[in-house]
């Protein structure tokens, strides 16, 4: 089956700077790569997703990065504030699969 | 409310009682999952149904059954559990197409059970 490493597993970065996060996954079968951010006490929300048939993917402030080749994509977070502050979550799936595999989730702070 | 609404949010249970878990999504999907987040882990999948029939059970003892009387709802009945059972139980509902899903998940608020 697939299996998601994600790092680091605790991030702090000052306000107003970048953060990144880094995922890895096994299967070569996977095509769709979404991100989760889960504030405390709440559920995971998708922010923002990418597909294999492309290599980046941008939302205002955030971006997702992806290389096939390598197994892995990556998180970007611009102009950090306070309220990025959450557990970010990746996940790797396939269709046929029905599901998401994820990592194991980055705790990041985001210090004023 | 994003559409996926779980029941109870807390739940204290003994090792010998009997409880369940409430799912319902109000987004006309058709497939809905059983997640368990555990503190410092990766969320893992227990069940999947799409169309009303599950098809995916990683392999979770049998105190967990699940229930999925109709695409709008899913229960997980609870009995017999451990302590190491307590987490966080999280329903996600997407759109199956076919096999082909697609992709979106919405989760609920989760239900923090916790197991004396």
């Known amino acids: 089956g697939e299996n998601v490493e994600q790092h680091p597993s605790t991030l702090s970065v000052q306000e107003g700077d970048s953060a990144v996060i880094k995922c890895t996954y096994s299967?070569?079968?996977?095509?769709?790569f979404p991100w989760y951010k889960q504030e405390l006490g709440k559920r995971p929300q998708l922010i923002i997703d990418?597909?294999?048939?492309?290599g980046e993917k941008k939302d205002q402030r955030i971006a997702v990065t992806l290389n096939k080749t390598a197994k892995h994509f990556s998180l970007h977070i611009t102009e950090t504030q306070p309220e990025d502050s959450a557990v970010y979550f990746c996940?790797?799936?396939?269709?046929?699969?029905?599901?998401?595999?994820f990592g194991s989730g980055t705790q990041l702070t985001v210090l004023p | 409310e994003t559409g996926v609404t779980q029941t109870p949010r807390h739940l204290v249970m003994g090792m010998t009682n009997k409880k369940s878990l409430k799912c319902e999504q109000h987004?006309?999907?058709?497939?809905m999952y059983w997640y368990k987040q555990s503190a410092k882990k990766p969320l893992e999948l227990m069940f999947v149904?799409?169309?009303?029939?599950?098809?995916e059970n990683n392999s979770v003892p049998s105190r967990f059954s699940p229930e999925c009387p109709n695409s709008s709802h899913l229960f997980l009945h609870l009995h017999t559990l451990q302590p190491e059972d307590s987490a966080l139980y999280l329903c996600?509902?997407?759109?199956?197409?076919?096999?082909?899903?697609?992709?979106?998940?919405?989760f609920g608020s989760g239900t923090r059970l916790t197991v004396v």
């Open positions: 996600a509902s997407s759109q199956d197409y076919n096999g082909n899903f697609n992709y979106g998940y919405t």
């Open positions: 299967d070569s079968a996977s095509n769709y």
């Open positions: 990418i597909r294999s048939n492309v």
């Open positions: 996940a790797a799936g396939r269709g046929s699969a029905r599901q998401l595999t």
């Open positions: 987004l006309g999907h058709n497939a």
């Open positions: 149904y799409s169309l009303e029939e599950r098809v």
